[in-house]
């Protein structure tokens, strides 16, 4: 049967993993990506880069498998708390410009095509574009509109009640003398 066949080098890779120390298989390796707040001083980078309820982020993270991190001066919401913040263990990054650290703990054969499959997507993300022509901040207000419940897609009618001579089914109610 030759399906067997196919199935005993995994089952051999299991074995042979069990036996080796994983930090062969599995590394973890960081970059950095600047934020390019000097160039684009009023754009909102965070803002971009999270989506709503940091959905867009979060996104990033489960396709490609790498933890991502904005991190440096402007990375905290509140300014005031991150004043507080600053110098304290933990937040050294406060005292350095805004950028991405991505971490990537994957088997080595993957994990640089992973960290710059991430690059290409944050370096896509970090080129301001133009509110009127940005598709993918459309895409973000429609999915926190729907998170929040306010969503109305474009050309749908009101709802029954909106009209009094418009029932369930969308259809003008017969008019009556009376």
């Known amino acids: 049967m030759q399906s067997m066949g196919l199935l005993q080098p995994s089952s051999a890779r299991s074995w042979l993993g069990s036996q080796c120390s994983s930090s062969n298989l599995i590394v973890k390796k960081t970059i950095r990506v600047d934020i390019p707040v000097d160039k684009y001083p009023t754009y909102n980078f ?95 207000l429609r999915e926190l509109a729907l998170l929040n419940g306010t969503l109305r897609e474009e050309g749908s009618h009101m709802s029954g009640s909106g009209s009094p001579f418009r029932n369930s089914l969308g259809m003008k109610r017969a008019k009556t003398r009376g």
Request: hydrophobic share 35%; with cysteine; glycine share 8%.
């Open 46 to 140: 965070v803002g971009r880069l999270l989506g709503p309820r940091g959905n867009s982020l979060k996104r990033v993270e489960a396709s490609t498998e790498c933890r991502i991190l904005i991190r440096g001066r402007g990375s905290i919401k509140d300014p005031a708390q991150e004043e507080m913040m600053r110098g304290k263990p933990g937040y050294e990054h406060l005292n350095e410009s805004l950028h991405i650290l991505v971490e990537a703990e994957l088997p080595v054969e993957i994990v640089d095509a992973r960290l710059m499959q991430v690059r290409e997507i944050l370096e896509d993300l970090l080129k301001p574009v133009d509110e009127s022509q940005d598709f993918f901040n459309k895409q973000q």
